[in-house]
């Protein structure tokens, strides 16, 4: 059953407005009698359509439940931008495995260029693509996609656990990776720092660590960068859901 989030207002005027009706009506051409999911301040409502106006759509609400699809801490993964499409994929698939938000972070060895000119329309359209990952995987949340930034331009303050993850170490690392996951509690704010294609700097790996950053191996195999982050995130919902 299709998935929308929608505002409390929604609910409250039983209206479906912007560009859920336009997904409703114009792309999925719904029809009256038909049943979807709102979302709206973490209760799930099964509604029916009862009609549908020029610029609205009215519905009737059978049933709400509450089920909560989110970790009880906030993981938030720092990417390193990566060439082609490859930031997409990991939006998507990241935000199927529960990620918080994502920081699209400009490195030393960051092969792609940014168009300063595009960058915000860039930053939109990677938002609506995790809202549609977030409505296809049932998620209670919607990740934020921040803006562009270079490494040293981020505040690391809110993060008390800050994991990255190096391969230079070895995997009898003083820390490995299960011993940082098993070290998250309830209501922790995490931060993972996935480096590029060609890897971290020794500068950026000593910025990293100064700013309390705990690096360690994702184990005998290197892995891609596009690889890297969703290894970690699986890891973490296999440990800790």
């Given at each position: ?10 609910i409250?005027n039983?209206?479906?407005d ?5 997904h ?8 009256i009698?038909?049943e979807?999911?709102?979302?709206s ?5 099964k509604?029916?359509?009862t ?5 609205t759509?009215?519905?009737?609400i ?5 089920y909560?699809?989110e970790?009880?801490?906030?993981v938030?993964?720092l990417?390193s931008?990566?060439?082609g ?15 918080y938000?994502?920081?699209p972070t400009i490195?030393e060895?960051?092969?792609v ?6 960058k ?7 938002n609506?693509?995790a809202k ?9 949340y919607?990740?934020?996609?921040n803006?562009?930034v270079k490494?040293?331009?981020?505040d690391?303050?809110?993060y ?14 003083d ?7 098993n ?15 060609g ?5 950026e ?6 700013k309390?950053?705990?690096?360690t191996?994702?184990?005998k195999?290197i892995l891609?960068t596009e690889t ?8 973490i ?5």
């Amino acid at each position: 059953m299709p998935r929308y989030f929608v505002d409390e207002s929604n609910i409250k005027n039983l209206i479906i407005d912007g560009d859920n009706y336009h997904h409703l009506a114009v792309v999925n051409r719904c029809k009256i009698g038909e049943e979807v999911e709102l979302f709206s301040n973490d209760i799930t409502y099964k509604v029916e359509i009862t009609n549908i106006n020029k610029d609205t759509i009215n519905f009737k609400i059978i049933d709400q439940f509450y089920y909560d699809t989110e970790f009880n801490f906030k993981v938030t993964l720092l990417q390193s931008y990566p060439k082609g499409d490859k930031l997409e994929e990991i939006i998507k698939h990241s935000t199927e495995l529960g990620v918080y938000e994502i920081i699209p972070t400009i490195t030393e060895r960051t092969i792609v260029k940014i168009d300063e000119s595009k960058k915000q329309n860039k930053i939109t359209r990677l938002n609506l693509i995790a809202k549609e990952a977030a409505k296809q995987s049932r998620r209670n949340y919607i990740p934020k996609i921040n803006d562009i930034v270079k490494l040293k331009d981020i505040d690391f303050s809110k993060y008390n656990v800050l994991i990255f993850a190096y391969e230079k170490l070895s995997t009898n690392s003083d820390k490995t990776l299960l011993e940082l996951i098993n070290s998250i509690k309830e209501n922790d704010n995490v931060i993972i720092a996935i480096g590029p294609e060609g890897g971290w700097s020794e500068e950026e790996a000593k910025y990293l660590i100064s700013k309390g950053f705990i690096p360690t191996s994702l184990g005998k195999r290197i892995l891609r960068t596009e690889t890297a982050g969703l290894y970690t995130l699986s890891a973490i919902g296999a440990i800790k859901e």
